[in-house]
C-alpha cells in the first residue's frame, strides 16, 4: 500500500480501515491490537503483548509503518519512540432532510 492511499479527498491523513487489518497476518494483526488497546505503546510493550524479542517486534512495526498501518510517535526527550495504529474514523452519515 502506498502513502497517498492514506489521504482523503480533503487532503487529511486517513489510515487504515478495519477490513485492512483484517486482510493482515495474525502476528501483524496482533500489534495492531495492542495499539488499539492502549492507545500508544513502546517497543517493550509491544514485544510483551506479541511475546516476541524486541529485534523480532521492531521488525515487525517497520512493516507496518511501511505498509501504513502504524504511525511512530516522537518520544519527548531521548526517549525510545511510541507507535499508533493509523485507523480511519468512523464515518458520520449525513440524513436528509426530506425524511
Same mark, same amino acid.
Given at each position: 500500500?502506498?502513502?497517498?492511499?492514506?489521504?482523503?479527498?480533503?487532503?487529511?491523513?486517513?489510515?487504515?480501515?478495519?477490513?485492512? $487489518?483484517?486482510?493482515?497476518?495474525?502476528?501483524?494483526?496482533? $500489534? $495492531?491490537?495492542?495499539?488499539?488497546?492502549?492507545?500508544?505503546?513502546?517497543?517493550?510493550?509491544?514485544?510483551?503483548? $506479541?511475546?516476541?524479542?524486541?529485534?523480532?517486534?521492531?521488525?515487525?512495526?517497520?512493516?507496518?509503518?511501511?505498509?501504513?498501518?502504524?504511525?511512530?510517535?516522537?518520544?519527548?526527550?531521548?526517549?525510545?519512540?511510541?507507535?499508533?495504529?493509523?485507523?480511519?474514523?468512523?464515518?458520520?452519515?449525513?440524513?436528509?432532510?426530506?425524511?
Amino acid at each position: 500500500m502506498r502513502e497517498e492511499q492514506f489521504k482523503s479527498s480533503s487532503g487529511e491523513e486517513a489510515g487504515v480501515s478495519m477490513a485492512d $487489518i483484517l486482510a493482515l497476518p495474525d502476528e501483524l494483526q496482533a $500489534i $495492531i491490537t495492542c495499539l488499539m488497546r492502549g492507545g500508544e505503546a513502546g517497543l517493550p510493550e509491544v514485544a510483551a503483548f $506479541i511475546e516476541q524479542d524486541e529485534a523480532t517486534t521492531s521488525t515487525l512495526l517497520a512493516d507496518l509503518i511501511a505498509r501504513g498501518f502504524v504511525q511512530e510517535v516522537p518520544a519527548e526527550g531521548k526517549g525510545q519512540p511510541r507507535y499508533r495504529a493509523r485507523l480511519v474514523s468512523k464515518r458520520t452519515r449525513k440524513l436528509s432532510f426530506d425524511l
